[in-house]
């Protein structure tokens, strides 16, 4: 109990809530655990609750009429979903899968709902993240519609290298191919970019690790300022 209460603590959605609150919190949470590929809810499924990544890395994607996955998130430790639909009354409109051994976190609907009629200020934590996460999805969308690929992928990595404070050392935890999706392009494009990348010393890449030599050519192409030729 403890220690889920002091993992719920580190929840930023959580940030800022009294002891009291926390256990609340501790009291309806629920653990789950789902294997690699398991599908944790698909789209159109009721939604009855949301869920916290505790340990892992989940994806929620959408599926085209011809079978071709987007992806629209990659989810790490701390970080919420399916939150939206839960307080809309919609179902989850987008599926969502472990694509690592996962520990989660499960918080039902009806309890949730609950806890926030008591807690008032447990719901301006959780729309103060809402509204980050739709800041975050618009930019998503930007990237998508008006840059190219390799815009894309450099405002992708100098995000990943923000989340670590600057770090020019970047792990990527997840395959090429989920990385292509995100980007909404395809391994073997992706693939040449970051080949042809390396050839003009913009980065440096070792398996999964990206080491960033030179931020600022980055940073122009990620805004558009700069060609990639």
Known sequence: MRNSRNIISAIPLFSGLSEDQLKDLTQIALDKHVGKGQTIFSEGDEANGFYVVVE??????KVSLEGKEQILHILGPREPFGEVPVFSGQDYPAHAEAIS???????????????I?????LALSMLAVLSMRLRQFTVQVEHLSL???PG??????????????GERFIDLNISKGQLASLLGTIPETLSRILAKMARQGLIQVHGSCIKILDRLSLEELAAGKKPFS
């Open 56 to 61: 892992g890395l989940v994806k929620i994607f």
């Open 101 to 115: 051994d996962s520990h989660l976190f499960f918080f039902p609907k009806n309890a949730f709902t609950d806890l």
């Open 117 to 121: 009629r008591q807690n008032p200020s």
């Open 147 to 149: 840059r190219e690929v």
């Open 152 to 165: 894309r992928l450099s405002a992708y990595l100098l995000y990943l290298s923000g989340e670590k404070g």
